[in-house]
């Protein structure tokens, strides 16, 4: 095993950095000489994929922004190497990468007579580094985008699933060539099948228009979808129904010399065919296997004449084989080679280019916001010491406690959504001011989708049905304090309204989920140390301690099993008004899998990020099966459970 590191960022020109190690959480941080403005992110974070966070800094002359001919400095590539400066019209500058880094992108960029760059600054990739699902997306649309959705026939079951496009006179070929080797396992296998499904399901193959051909190899190679013989849809998807594992080596040479030769007949077939043929070629691979030597020969004929495919690499697993996947691919390789971590990236990847908009019933999915830092996709994003959020964590709910004749307010909480009918919150808030009685549904207001509560549109408002506050709540000591509020109705998932998972109730040894010294994020309307409560929503992050630490904390309360406590002693924290909001914890993936672990429930003193003691959190792992109860459909976090969550 290897520690994940980011190497060193490059110091600007004209600036300095300031940084002490480059592992996983480190922060990189830069500044300008005076005379030059900083432009990029002043802070950047070593992340889980070997890159640093945010765009490379630069100092550009205040007196050149005012008065610039020619190009602005583009910038030093973090590991990278940077030769010219001149940035004039015409002026030319090269890049390379420092050992153990490959360059993505062009090694050579010109400054035009516009002022503009030809190409992008380049990047240098390390062996830790892989795409996010969301980039990959992104990326890959612009080819599925050219590959036209020609047809013979109005097909509207396929049409509203394809890019409804129509490139005249152009047929294309898209073969997908998949490793089935043993080095895939047979559950990730068939999770690139279903890659090649959604990718399929956008070329809509019809008689007259695209098609397809499906190819699997490990100790042979197998043409499963024919592009001339499965000449629809039906016939295609039907065809990879059926598709199996193997298992085996892996004989990538024989799998492209199938593409070779299968090629050649359709290309006899439609030869005088006015349609021109455009071949594509996509494999997808976890990149260990045997992929260069005669594969790469092969490739480099398919790159040729008749054929000149289009090539696309996906690769898989957290430490490919790049440099083989990099010789096979076409140019320019950040438009063909995509490195996913794991195939859980890709059943995401797949279904986002299936539906065309992700799945927003899935539980604690937010590719917006890092689980390193909570911030969106790490770019700069305040809950007592904290910081604004700029778009909703999508669970996040308002509840205000009200006077139904006077709309008066007499309390502000925070709750989140864990299913479509149900919010989870603090029983507290659900009751009088300073009693242990349960206020009527109707003195209960919820808005979904909320950040900045002055916002009127956006947020929507939710009728509360009914409000189950735990039986055995304690107003005094705080012990459960945990309730449940049904809606009238369903909601409608979206961008800004979805669920949190919930925690299992039994965790392996080695769940993060609790652990001490673990970080976990609250968020919530309360104060940040000055005011009661605050109009936008805020985020902190805070550290969690063992049940020693918090019982001598609080010594003079009762510290339960049923409780845990965090942040404090000089951390940001929650405050008054962040009560019923959600403690959450993210395992470090691509996907950004967030889970409810704690409620926020009470603390010490007004002060807030000035207190020295931690906020106790309600445990929700405890109430798992009290939830079940009344949300049998909430749905549990599958990262590192010990059981599935079935409940007698």
Request: proline residues 4%; aromatic residues 8%.
């Amino acid at each position: 095993c290897h520690r994940i590191h980011c190497g060193r960022p490059s110091v600007p020109e004209f600036g300095w950095m300031k940084i002490n190690t480059s592992f996983i959480d480190d922060v990189a941080s830069f500044g300008c000489l005076p005379g030059y403005k900083l432009i990029g992110d002043q802070n950047r974070l070593c992340l889980a994929n070997g890159a640093w966070s945010g765009s490379v800094t630069r100092c550009v002359s205040e007196v050149g922004l005012a008065a610039q001919r020619g190009c602005e400095s583009p910038g030093i590539p973090d590991n990278g190497l940077k030769m010219g400066s001149s940035y004039g019209p015409g002026a030319e500058v090269y890049f390379s990468c420092k050992p153990g880094y490959r360059l993505r992108g062009n090694d050579t960029i010109l400054c035009d007579h516009r002022g503009f760059w030809s190409h992008p600054r380049p990047t240098c990739i390390g062996k830790f580094y892989y795409d996010t699902p969301l980039q990959v997306k992104e990326r890959l649309m612009k080819p599925l985008t050219d590959i036209g959705n020609v047809s013979d026939t109005p097909d509207e079951t396929y049409r509203t699933r394809a890019l409804s496009l129509n490139v005249s006179g152009v047929r294309h070929v898209v073969y997908f060539v998949i490793d089935a080797s043993s080095s895939i396992g047979e559950r990730d296998f068939l999770k690139g099948v279903t890659l090649a499904r959604a990718i399929i399901m956008k070329i809509n193959v019809t008689e007259r228009g695209n098609r397809v051909g499906v190819i699997t190899f490990s100790n042979n190679a197998a043409l499963i979808v024919k592009p001339l013989s499965h000449t629809s849809m039906d016939l295609v998807l039907e065809q990879l129904r059926s598709i199996n594992y193997t298992g085996g080596a892996t004989a990538s040479e024989e799998a492209l010399e199938t593409v070779e030769r299968d090629y050649l007949t359709i290309w006899a077939r439609f030869r005088a065919d006015p349609k021109k043929l455009k071949l594509s070629i996509f494999l997808i691979s976890d990149g260990t296997a045997n992929l260069g030597g005669s594969a790469k020969q092969v490739m480099t004929i398919l790159g040729k004449g008749i054929y000149s495919a289009t090539v696309y690499g996906i690769g898989v697993t957290s430490s490919p084989n790049q440099e083989a996947l990099t010789e096979l691919v076409s140019r320019p390789i950040e438009d063909h080679l995509f490195i996913l971590r794991d195939y859980d990236s890709i059943s995401w990847l797949a279904e986002t280019l299936t539906n065309g908009t992700i799945d927003y019933s899935v539980c604690g999915s937010t590719h917006r916001h890092s689980a390193d830092t909570g911030k969106e996709d790490v770019t700069e994003a305040r809950i007592a010491g904290g910081e604004d959020v700029q778009n909703a964590w999508s669970w996040m709910v308002e509840v205000k406690k009200v006077n139904p004749a006077t709309n008066a307010v007499s309390g502000l909480c925070g709750g989140s959504i864990i299913s479509r009918t149900w919010i989870l919150t603090a029983a507290h808030c659900v009751c009088k001011v300073n009693t242990n009685i349960t206020v009527r549904a109707e003195e209960i207001q919820i808005r979904l989708g909320l950040t900045d509560t002055r916002n009127t549109s956006l947020p929507k408002n939710a009728t509360v049905k009914r409000i189950v506050r735990h039986e055995n709540y304690n107003g005094t000591t705080f012990e459960n304090d945990i309730a449940l509020l049904e809606l009238q109705s369903n909601m409608t998932y979206n961008a800004h309204i979805r669920p949190i998972c919930l925690p299992p109730e039994k965790l392996r040894n080695n769940s993060d989920f609790y652990r001490a010294k673990n970080h976990a994020f609250v968020i919530g309307w309360g104060g940040n140390g000055k005011l009661d409560t605050v109009e936008k929503l805020r985020q902190v992050k805070v550290t969690i301690h063992d049940d020693a630490n918090c019982t001598r904390a609080h010594n003079k309360n009762p510290f339960t099993d049923n409780m845990i406590c965090a942040g404090g002693y000089g951390e940001g924290d929650s405050c008054k008004g962040d009560s019923g909001g959600p403690l959450m914890q993210a395992v470090v993936r691509d996907e950004y899998i967030w889970t409810q672990v704690g409620i926020v429930s009470w603390g010490h003193g007004e002060r807030c990020d000035k207190r020295g003691k931690p906020v106790v959190y309600t445990k929700v792992s405890k109430y798992r099966r009290w939830i079940h109860q009344y949300v049998p459909d909430a749905q549990e976090s599958s990262q590192l459970p010990l059981t599935k969550g079935v409940y007698p």
